[in-house]
């Protein structure tokens, strides 16, 4: 039977309680695919969430549909034709069909990347990959998303083609319906900016519930729209300027530059050469998979060649400053996290000559080359490398045209086995003058997680099928050390272990601001080979000023990261969440605790308009000075280009 409405008020109110009604079903299809991840504390937080979902659900419904409202209230007599009608349900079906899609597709997406999708996904669109291949995998595999998706759709369509709008009445006053789209639209305003006062931002979800449970109540649609509504980045002045370059000051000053210079009489011909350094940076590496940093007794572990390469290594407490690929390969290169929305290399702020680690090390005559296994221009990789200064980039077309190569190694989806791959790395290597700098970035352990024939009853996904692809990828590295091992510049070599973002979480420790972000962090040494466990968190961004007195340089670097050389005990680690961001650090006390410290949004000081105060804070008094210092120095020096060391 059709519900039929005997005026386009209540025509319209019947609209948009549907699309609501729809949106509200999305969001539960993601909160019951992501329960794993979510935790609710108390019964305070359920019944914020509840009217959260109400608020952030009418404003976005209202947001997109607010075209919708205006042609279905102007009091215009074609309202009644047919082609008019038509016009303004495709104004309806099309925001509509935007907000079901990306929720739906954020059900299955957000365990990987623990962001909402936002403006950013138009950056991904053209250069992400293979999705032609993608999409079929992605409807099997997380099948969920994808079912219960269409059926809300579905449903969706079917009640919507029910309401209709009767027959015009004749004695319809103009004046009446003036009125009408006053109030009408002057309800439909007041819905979208979320009551009264300011207009509701996506961090204003915090009223509702903690930070780390804002997906819980905002939505994909409404990110993505808000996000593209505003800049990038915006300036934040926590504190006078002064303050935060006492608390913090991005530019590293390297051991070596702080020391009285030493004359070296050495003639070059008998000078040692410095270290080669080898980055080893392994898709989606969470340390949930290692048995380096679990030690429950009979805990399992997918890495046993690691496991056995750490007693001869330092193992740090690795964190990833983001979640994606690309935030992660610039933060280990550059020093420069991603604090936004948009990866920072896609962003409008990014720098054609930023420093880096190859461009110091191609200043003391390095050879430098990033190894990337997936098809070439794959997220604008070699792009990037380019620009931070990596005089090579071999990807899947420099590895087939090896004589080595078989089409086999080709995993069919996203590019080359790792074992395969690995191989290829130290024979390349293998031709390169000393010292150099050799960045690998592998590619099995990304869904779908394919392994090679050879191997699948070797490995074994258990909980999860990224688990068969660390254990195949764990076996590559062996293979990958045996064979270095017989190359002459092994010895001379220092080799960096790492991740660039972690992978699904599985077990509940790995949930919540302090576990979302570990990543291994091992550092092996071939010309000292001695264990050590530090207890100090090693973030991305503290890779390029390490790395820089590690191999004794004097160049001073800009990073958002610390050396551990010059602050062995105490390290922290800074990553942008949903609307937020969020501090894990080294207690003073005890590092192997933790301290967890969140700001989130953002209002005038009540005692200086140029300064700003957050809407949500947790953690210490000194925390959140030094977490605002640090944010502070960011945004001055990303939106300011000023992102070289003076």
């Known amino acids: 039977m059709k519900k039929k409405a005997h005026n386009t008020y209540f025509y319209l109110l019947y609209k948009l309680l549907l699309a609501f009604g729809a949106l509200e079903a999305m969001q539960i299809l993601f909160h019951v695919a992501n329960s794993h991840i979510f935790h609710l504390e108390s019964f305070g937080e359920w019944t914020g969430l509840l009217w959260g979902n109400i608020v952030f659900g009418l404003a976005t419904v209202c947001m997109v549909l607010m075209p919708f409202a205006v042609l279905m209230l102007l009091p215009l007599d074609i309202r009644w034709k047919r082609w008019y009608r038509i016009i303004?349900?495709?104004?309806?079906?099309?925001?509509?069909?935007?907000?079901?899609?990306?929720?739906?597709?954020?059900?299955?997406?957000?365990?990987?990347?623990?962001?909402?999708?936002?403006?950013?996904?138009?950056?991904?669109?053209?250069?992400?990959?293979?999705?032609?291949?993608?999409?079929?995998?992605?409807?099997?595999?997380?099948?969920?998303?994808?079912?219960?998706?269409?059926?809300?759709?579905?449903?969706?369509?079917?009640?919507?083609?029910?309401?209709?709008?009767?027959?015009?009445?004749?004695?319809?006053?103009?004046?009446?319906?003036?009125i009408g789209l006053g109030a009408g639209l002057l309800v439909v305003w007041f819905l979208m900016r979320g009551g009264f006062g300011p207009f509701i931002q996506p961090e204003d979800a915090t009223r509702y519930c903690q930070p780390k449970n804002i997906p819980l109540v905002s939505n994909s649609g409404y990110n993505i729209v808000r996000t593209l509504m505003r800049p990038q980045l915006e300036q934040h002045n926590y504190m006078p300027q002064r303050t935060a370059d006492q608390l913090f000051f991005p530019e590293n000053i390297p051991l070596a530059a702080k020391t009285a210079p030493v004359l070296d009489t050495t003639p070059d011909s008998l000078r040692a050469l410095p270290p080669n350094v080898v980055l080893i940076i392994v898709?989606?590496?969470?340390?949930?998979?290692?048995?380096?940093?679990?030690?429950?007794?009979?805990?399992?572990?997918?890495?046993?060649?690691?496991?056995?390469?750490?007693?001869?290594?330092?193992?740090?407490?690795?964190?990833?400053n983001g979640k994606r690929s690309i935030e992660g390969i610039t933060a280990i290169n550059t020093g420069i996290p991603t604090w936004m929305y948009v990866p920072f290399v896609n962003s409008t702020y990014r720098n054609d000559s930023i420093q880096g680690i190859p461009t110091v090390l191609n200043h003391h005559g390095y050879h430098t080359a990033f190894f990337h296994g997936s098809h070439?221009?794959?997220?604008?990789?070699?792009?990037?490398?380019?620009?931070?200064?990596?005089?090579?980039?071999?990807?899947?077309?420099?590895?087939?045209?090896d004589p080595k190569s078989r089409p086999e190694d080709f995993d069919g989806v996203w590019g080359i086995y790792d074992e395969p791959f690995l191989q290829y790395v130290v024979r390349r290597t293998s031709t390169f003058r000393q010292p150099f700098l050799t960045t690998v970035f592998t590619v099995t352990s990304h869904d779908p997680f394919p392994i090679p024939d050879q191997y699948k009853d070797r490995f074994h996904e258990g909980?999860?099928?990224?688990?068969?692809?660390?254990?195949?990828?764990?076996?590559?590295?062996?293979?990958?050390?045996?064979e270095a091992r017989r190359q002459p510049w092994f010895s001379n070599t220092i080799f960096i272990i790492t991740g660039d973002h972690s992978g699904p979480g599985i077990t509940p420790e790995y949930h919540g601001y302090d576990g979302w972000y570990r990543i291994p962090m091992v550092v092996f040494d071939a010309r000292n080979p001695q264990g050590r466990v530090s207890q100090r968190i090693v973030q991305q961004t503290d890779l390029l000023p390490s790395i820089v007195d590690w191999l004794g340089f004097n160049?001073?670097?800009?990073?958002?990261?610390?050396?551990?050389?010059?602050?062995?005990?105490?390290?922290?680690?800074?990553?942008?969440?949903?609307?937020?961001?969020?501090?894990?650090?080294?207690?003073?006390?005890?590092?192997?605790?933790?301290?967890?410290?969140?700001?989130?949004?953002?209002?005038?000081?009540?005692?200086?308009?140029?300064?700003?105060?957050c809407t949500y804070e947790e953690g210490t008094p000194e925390n959140l000075r030094f977490l605002k210092a640090v944010l502070q120095q960011y945004f001055e020096r990303v939106i300011g280009n000023k992102l070289t060391a003076q």
């Not at 200064?389 to 071999?394: A, H, M, S």
Request: aromatic share 16%; hydrophobic share 40%; with cysteine.
């Open 463 to 482: 909980p999860h099928p990224i688990l068969k692809c660390v254990e195949y990828m764990d076996n590559a590295l062996r293979k990958f050390f045996d």
């Open 376 to 401: 070439n221009g794959v997220m604008d990789f070699d792009k990037v490398c380019q620009r931070i200064g990596y005089k090579e980039y071999l990807g899947k077309n420099e590895f087939e045209a």
């Open 283 to 320: 898709e989606s590496f969470g340390q949930e998979y290692s048995g380096i940093y679990n030690h429950q007794p009979g805990a399992d572990t997918r890495t046993p060649f690691l496991d056995s390469l750490a007693r001869y290594s330092t193992v740090y407490q690795g964190r990833s």
């Open 555 to 613: 160049d001073r670097t800009l990073a958002f990261g610390q050396s551990v050389m010059q602050n062995p005990e105490q390290g922290w680690q800074i990553y942008f969440g949903n609307d937020y961001f969020c501090m894990v650090s080294n207690n003073p006390s005890n590092p192997a605790l933790h301290d967890i410290t969140v700001i989130s949004g953002m209002r005038r000081d009540d005692t200086d308009e140029h300064l700003l105060q």
């Open 88 to 178: 303004t349900e495709v104004f309806y079906i099309v925001p509509m069909l935007f907000l079901l899609v990306a929720r739906a597709a954020d059900s299955a997406y957000y365990q990987y990347t623990y962001h909402m999708l936002s403006n950013e996904i138009f950056a991904y669109l053209g250069n992400s990959g293979p999705m032609d291949k993608m999409i079929p995998h992605f409807m099997v595999n997380y099948w969920y998303a994808f079912v219960f998706g269409i059926l809300i759709i579905v449903a969706f369509f079917v009640v919507n083609h029910r309401i209709r709008l009767a027959k015009r009445n004749p004695n319809t006053v103009m004046a009446n319906e003036l």
